[in-house]
Nanobody, 119 residues
Framework: VQLVESGGGLVQAGGSLRLSCAAS????????MGWYRQAPGKQRELVAT????????NYADSVKGRFTISRDNAKDTMYLQMNSLKPEDTAVYYC?????????????WGQGTQVTVSS
């Protein structure tokens, strides 16, 4: 199983970026997916999660109203639209996916993509 993030980069404060997370290598159903981030010297934190059907979403208070999580199940891909970016959003962003297998639920992480917001 592979989760590959893309779309990170350097942007000025107030700008936008769209992250993607593409899953491959598994025939099992992907259940909940989520975005997490880790800034230098800080613990990894939840940014947003989305249910299997896409209708159930959850956001960290710090990103509510600015970030939007979505997914395209036909493409096994999840997105994070980030608007009104702030310097404090600077971090490595990781995607996470819960797979429903015949051995139970398995969780996988992507390798991360760097987002840097300059002031």
């Amino acid at each position: 199983v592979q989760l590959v993030e893309s779309g990170g980069g350097l942007v000025q404060a107030g700008g936008s970026l769209r992250l993607s997370c593409a899953a491959s290598g598994s025939a099992f159903t992907i259940n909940v997916m989520g975005w997490y981030r880790q800034a230098p010297g800080k613990q990894r934190e939840l940014v947003a999660t989305i249910g299997s059907g896409g209708g159930s979403t959850n956001y960290a208070d710090s990103v509510k109203g600015r970030f939007t999580i979505s997914r395209d199940n036909a493409k096994d891909t999840m997105y994070l639209q980030m608007n009104s970016l702030k310097p404090e959003d600077t971090a490595v962003y990781y995607c996470n996916a819960k797979f429903l297998t015949d051995r139970g639920s398995l969780y996988y992480w992507g390798q991360g993509t760097q987002v840097t917001v300059s002031s």
